[in-house]
């Protein structure tokens, strides 16, 4: 299992480099089903993993014009310092038995993955989705035309979902790129990959003193799902994008259902 469990540590960052920021959504089931890592430790792995590749993925964007420093940072401000503050304060305070319902116990670990699933349909649905979004404008929104407070909103929600499930939201700040900033979708997946890298990365520095990481294993990994980015990049110079994206995105749909079915049912 952990050979196949580094495969798919691989999948992870040709994922990411082919179809940009939402191809990390499989980090967490990853680790917990097929590493056995238990869900809440998944989850601050996931963090370094997903921040350190896409950070990677960044620097591969910015060399190419993709990025826009600006819109990070504006972004940003508000999703980081939730992300450090949800990983730093709030997720050590989450207690291991949530409710007991006659002999029904929902765990920490149950709602995690349960709600990651949920995420995971919502994740699914946006890139079999994402088509629509092509047709935005080639120009960047005036930074004084923005409206701040939905901003401000929207960072921080960001900053909650990756805060507590590991996940970098990257299908989630797309559509934002495109819709708020008005950036052209090659620029918003180059952007959101700072973003996520800056959000996922700080958050981490979150749970130092909170979990016993085993760094050993967790540099591998995150190594080997670099190795995947560079992979995925030279994949996507002779695939449609769009149709991966969709492909991919029925994947992640089926992999949602089957962690809910688990979860619930299965438990």
């Known amino acids: 299992m952990e050979i196949l469990g580094f495969l798919l540590a691989a999948l992870i960052g040709i994922s990411l480099g082919l179809i940009g920021g939402g191809g990390s959504i499989l980090t967490v089931p990853i680790l917990v089903y097929i590493l056995g890592i238990n869900p809440v430790l998944a989850t601050s792995y996931s963090l370094f993993i997903v921040g350190t590749t896409s950070m990677v ?21 508000s999703s980081i310092s ?11 305070k989450i207690p291991t038995i949530l409710i007991t319902i006659a002999h029904y116990q929902i765990t920490q670990s149950m709602a995690i993955m349960v709600l990651f699933a949920m995420l995971m349909l919502l994740a699914s649905t946006a890139m079999i989705k994402e ?5 935005a404008s080639k120009d960047e929104t005036k ?5 701040i407070f939905k901003l401000f909103i929207y ?13 970098g939201g990257g299908f989630l700040l797309i559509p934002a790129l495109v819709l708020i ?5 090659k620029n918003a997946i180059g952007t959101s990959l700072l973003i996520i890298a800056l959000n996922s990365l700080i958050g981490f520095t979150g749970d130092i003193g909170h979990v016993r990481i085993n760094w ?10 670099i190795i995947g980015i560079f992979i995925g990049g030279l994949i996507a110079k002779k695939i449609n994008g769009n149709k991966l994206k969709k492909a991919f995105g029925w994947f992640v749909l089926i992999m949602s259902f089957y962690i809910l ?3 619930l049912l299965f438990a």
């Open 216 to 225: 050993n294993f967790l540099i591998l990994i995150t190594s080997i799902a």
């Open 181 to 185: 900033f008005k950036l052209p979708m």
């Open 131 to 135: 088509g629509k979004m092509n047709s």
């Open 261 to 263: 079915l688990k979860e």
């Open 143 to 147: 930074l004084d035309s923005i409206p």
């Open 57 to 77: 993925g960044a620097i591969n964007n910015y060399r190419k014009g993709f990025v826009s420093i600006k819109t990070s940072f504006l972004f940003g401000s």
């Open 155 to 167: 960072g921080v929600l960001i900053g909650m979902a990756t805060g507590f499930l590991g996940a």
């Open 82 to 92: 939730t992300v450090f503050l949800t990983r730093k304060l709030l997720v050590p």
